[in-house]
């Protein structure tokens, strides 16, 4: 049910147009030592060549984190997230990064039907588990916009307990969002790095 918030971030729904998604991911650098936490389920954008986490919802993503692989004091290792500060060679992040990749979500607060494919919506920035690997971002449900933001919800998670119609079961929904920011979208018209 979606009576309480447990946010944990952006898992692989769908390709927009196909069947259930096969989880595809492509490989992008880990720049050894850096000194943050990346959680599967974590935006994630590219800082000179390197994956980090989104820091600020003015950056454009490049996808979803789902795991990496470094190697470490000679031993190769394979993790849910990446742990801060990490001296390791030959790290890769696993990003699910096709622009028309789509995601379930919970929001963090109450969503309305009319906000299914109108509206934009910002992430929360929190912070995930050390423990099991799992992102804390969710959708900003305070940040609705028809304006330029990070996600947009373009369905309702069909699931019992999950109907936004329903006044109990829409205090913190499960969502099907597409990344709106996402770098591909500026490609052409925007060189920054986020």
């Avoid at 952006?10 to 492509?26: C, D």
């Avoid at 969503?111 to 959708?139: E, R, Y």
């Avoid at 079961?169 to 986020?194: C, G, M, Q």
């Amino acid at each position: 049910m979606t009576t309480s918030k447990a946010l944990n971030g952006l898992t692989p729904s769908r390709i927009r147009g196909g069947a259930p998604n096969s989880k595809a991911t492509n490989e992008y650098p880990i720049a050894s030592g850096l000194a943050q936490n990346i959680f599967t389920g974590d935006i994630v954008v590219n800082n000179a060549g390197n994956i980090e986490v989104l820091l600020s919802t003015t950056q454009k993503a490049v996808g979803v984190f789902m795991g990496c692989q470094y190697v470490a004091d000679g031993e190769q290792k394979f993790s849910k997230y990446w742990p801060s500060g990490t001296s390791a060679t030959d790290a890769k992040a696993f990003v699910v990064d096709n622009p028309a990749a789509t995601f379930i979500v919970q929001a963090d607060a109450t969503v309305s039907a009319g906000d299914i494919n109108s509206q934009n919506f910002n992430v929360t920035l929190g912070s995930g588990s050390t423990f099991t690997g799992k992102s804390g971002f969710g959708l900003e449900a305070g940040t609705r916009t028809t304006g330029n933001a990070m996600l947009r919800a373009i369905a309702v998670l069909d699931e019992p307990g999950n109907d936004i119609t329903v006044a109990a079961e829409r205090a913190f929904p499960k969502l099907e969002v597409r990344i709106v920011k996402h770098v591909d979208a500026y490609i052409s018209a925007d060189a920054s790095v986020n």
